[in-house]
């Protein structure tokens, strides 16, 4: 989408303000920012887009959709936190904006563009039994289940996914006897 239409929809968003492009720029970058970091991306945000050769001013490294759901009501969000008398309107749009961030992680999270996907870090620390015997690590994290509760049933059927998994994976499992 182009960014003088962005910045029109935006515009339109508040009421029918006419700020400029230098008035909203930092608006949207922090939009882009918070998708980059729920993404777990490197989307260039609307600043750096304007520096890279060959732009023409239109941004489509995301689909439309997510402009007009996310950068759009972002955009006025931020706008109105940072308004001393726009705290009122300021949570309509939060969640708006919070809605279309959640739909737009949710979505497209998987079809992140390989050249826009951060690899560089980031990890989830998970807190469920660990073992540094790395054959129960999939009885670790199955079977336990990090304290809740399974059945005897449930808990063979996953035992049986566990030694399918173990199998493809190439991991040895325990020798029985001992």
Known sequence: MNIPVILSKINHKLAGEMLRETDLLSYMDKVVVDINNR????FPTFTEAKSLPGFNGDYNFFP???ILGVVIPGSAY???????????????????????LFVMSRDFLSQVPEIFQNTSGGFLDMDWPKSTDNSKFFEDVFVSGGGSYHDAAENQLLKERIARLEALLGVVPDDPTT
Request: hydrophobic share 25%.
């Open 39 to 42: 993404l777990q991306a490197r």
């Open 64 to 66: 439309d959709r997510y």
């Open 78 to 100: 931020y706008f109105y936190t940072d308004e001393e008398e726009g705290e009122r309107v300021a949570s309509t749009f939060e969640s708006e904006y919070a809605s279309g």
